[in-house]
T-cell receptor, first 116, second 113 residues
Framework: DADVTQTPRNRITKTGKRIMLECSQT?????MYWYRQDPGLGLRLIYY???????NKGEISDGYSVSRQAQAKFSLSLESAIPNQTALYFC???????????????FGPGTRLTVL | GENVEQHPSTLSVQEGDSAVIKCTYS??????FPWYKQELGKRPQLIID?????GEKKDQRIAVTLNKTAKHFSLHITETQPEDSAVYFC????????????FGTGTRLTVIP
């Protein structure tokens, strides 16, 4: 089945380290998203991309960067990790069509990141 | 930007009873309202959505209602079952432009057998 995958699933790192989280999808969707989930705060959008040449900041982009290497791959980087970036990170994809309107977002399994 | 508020943050019901979760939104231009369910340790998954051209939508035991004038929408689960226990998130979006989803903070529903 077509799916959204994330690597790694769990990561522990130290303050100041650079870390990359990767997302791949076999759904053939154009749009990809990175979210952060914290207890009591819901899902907050970090970055989103509508195609390989289109990258946009979300609500909480400070301290993060992204790269859309191909239609199927969207990576999130923390250039210098800090403890308050400890969270559960989700990648998502969607297949928006102007004639059908908004379609659901499909989430990956998540990456649990701990910054010590 | 859009601001979505969700209440309650936790909800416990007896099996077989109904559960209602409410959300409000701030941007009157929002016109797409999905609900996601996240079981423990799992990824969020869409369970139902509604667009602003309808006031209510049902799918078996779940329904969503929308009041555009008051800018609020609700999720109704009837005849709750233990497998309904999860965290539920509402979201709001516009159909045009960036149409990103703005999520509520979630409701942890516990169905007591």
């Amino acid at each position: 089945d077509a799916d959204v995958t994330q690597t790694p699933r769990n990561r522990i790192t130290k303050t100041g380290k650079r870390i990359m989280l990767e997302c791949s999808q076999t759904k053939g969707h154009d749009r990809m998203y990175w979210y952060r989930q914290d207890p009591g705060l819901g899902l907050r959008l970090i970055y989103y991309s509508f195609d390989v040449k289109d990258i946009n900041k979300g609500e909480i982009s400070d301290g993060y960067s992204v790269s859309r290497q191909a239609q199927a791959k969207f990576s999130l980087s923390l250039e210098s990790a800090i403890p308050n970036q400890t969270a559960l990170y989700f990648c998502a994809t969607s297949d928006y069509r102007s004639d059908r309107g908004h379609n659901e977002q499909f989430f990956g399994p998540g990456t649990r990141l701990t910054v010590l | 930007g859009e601001n979505v508020e969700q209440h309650p943050s936790t909800l416990s019901v007896q099996e077989g009873d109904s559960a209602v979760i409410k959300c409000t939104y701030s941007d009157s231009a929002s016109n797409y309202f999905p609900w996601y369910k996240q079981e423990l340790g799992k990824r969020p998954q869409l369970i139902i959505d509604i667009r602003s051209n309808v006031g209510e939508k049902k799918d078996q035991r779940i329904a969503v209602t929308l009041n555009k004038t008051a800018k609020h929408f609700s999720l109704h689960i009837t005849e709750t079952q233990p497998e309904d226990s999860a965290v539920y998130f509402c979201a709001a979006s516009k159909e045009t432009g960036a149409n990103n989803l703005f999520f509520g903070t979630g409701t942890r529903l516990t169905v007591i057998p």
